[in-house]
């Protein structure tokens, strides 16, 4: 799964990328964990916009808010969840990464070591990953849009990492994805079979990164030295 990863939210790039006509304003965020503001593109009648949303659905069904944050979904069965369908159909967004974290553990001197990877395009764009969306409603009068990522099989970069990874959505994909039509299961499907392989890099990176509370720059920056 992924839980944690980093933007930059520099409007000039984003909008040169994906021809945004409006945009939410967001700071840079080197290590966004659950329930911290993502920035998502949806298809709206001012056209392409990038707003903000926490990231993590409550489900509808949900009677205990804190424990039932829904932050990933299996893209190939999540027309099959009660908690997904709807948004499935009518609410689908596309959450932007710069990269992504994962986390490779081993042993060393007798500790247990939880190495962070940075993983990335290799031609640095941002990634537009498939989402979901829905309102969450803690208490009357307020809303807080909320977003949940997609993810599929790993890619041979990922799969040293972990057996999933976000949803990587091409050029055409995106254009699918955002359509405002209701979508059935056979529209992901066809989505899905339209996968076309975005080429990433992957490095460590500070242990610091551990903390979802550190969000220095250097959460990116290609570890060198550091003792484990």
């Known amino acids: 799964m992924c839980g944690r990863f980093n933007l930059d939210t520099d409007p000039v790039k984003i909008k040169k990328q994906f021809g945004i006509s409006e945009?939410?304003?967001?700071?840079?965020?080197?290590?966004?964990?659950?329930?911290e503001a993502a920035l998502c593109l949806m298809n709206t009648q001012k056209g392409l916009v990038a707003v903000q949303m926490r990231w993590g659905i409550v489900?509808?069904?949900a009677k205990d808010n804190k424990n039932a944050?829904?932050?990933?979904?299996?893209?190939?069965?999540?027309?099959?969840k009660p908690a997904f369908r709807q948004n499935l159909k009518y609410r689908r967004c596309i959450l932007l990464m710069s990269g992504f974290f994962e986390w490779q553990h081993h042993q060393k001197d007798n500790k247990k070591i939880k190495q962070p990877f940075y993983i990335m395009r290799r031609d640095k764009k941002l990634m537009?990953?498939?989402?979901?969306?829905?309102?969450?409603?803690?208490?009357?009068?307020?809303?807080?849009?909320?977003?949940c990522v997609l993810t599929?099989?790993?890619?041979?970069?990922?799969?040293?990492?972990?057996?999933?990874?976000?949803?990587?959505?091409s050029e055409q994909q995106q254009k699918e994805w955002l359509e405002t039509k209701e979508f059935s299961q056979a529209d992901l499907e066809r989505v899905l079979n339209h996968q076309q392989g975005v080429k990433l890099i992957c490095y460590p990176v500070t242990q610091a990164v551990n903390s979802a509370l550190y969000k220095e720059k250097d959460t990116v920056t290609?570890?060198?030295?550091?003792d484990d």
Not at 152 to 169: A, F, G, Q, S
């Open 69 to 80: 944050l829904l932050i990933n979904a299996r893209a190939e069965t999540v027309a099959e």
């Open 152 to 169: 599929t099989n790993p890619n041979d970069v990922v799969m040293k990492l972990h057996d999933r990874m976000p949803w990587i959505l």
């Open 23 to 35: 945009m939410e304003s967001l700071p840079n965020s080197f290590n966004v964990a659950p329930t």
């Open 222 to 226: 290609p570890l060198i030295n550091e």
């Open 59 to 61: 489900p509808w069904y």
């Open 128 to 147: 537009a990953i498939a989402a979901l969306w829905d309102n969450f409603k803690p208490e009357p009068g307020i809303t807080i849009p909320s977003c």
